[in-house]
């Protein structure tokens, strides 16, 4: 089952016992802070559970997959995900 905002929101509601409103909101907010980090290309680290960090791509060759045409694709943006240790450890204690 896929963890959504809603769900995420719920859970803050129950464990903080705020109402659903008062959780959007510092959800909401803390999704704002890790965006804007991001977009400014800054990395975000969260001790013991990740960094995740801006990554340029340089141009490349590509082709178009309706026409098979040859092309070259932009140079680009991505954030990488790389996991701290003790979400690894949690994610295997499951197995």
Excluded: Y
């Excluded at 995740?52 to 340089?58: A, G, H, N």
């Excluded at 490349?60 to 690894?88: W, Y």
Aim: hydrophobic share 35%; charged share 30%.
């Amino acid at each position: 089952m896929t963890c959504t905002k809603s769900t995420l929101i719920e859970e803050i509601s129950n464990i903080f016992d705020h109402n659903p409103s008062q959780s959007k909101e510092v959800l909401e907010t803390l999704i704002e802070i890790i965006k804007s980090t991001l977009a400014s290309g800054e990395d975000l680290m969260i001790s013991g559970f990740g960094k995740f960090q801006v990554i340029e791509k340089s141009p490349r060759k590509g082709r178009n997959p309706a026409t098979g045409e040859a092309m070259i694709l932009e140079k680009r943006r991505v954030v990488t995900f790389k996991c701290a240790g003790k979400l690894k450890n949690k994610i295997n204690e499951e197995i």
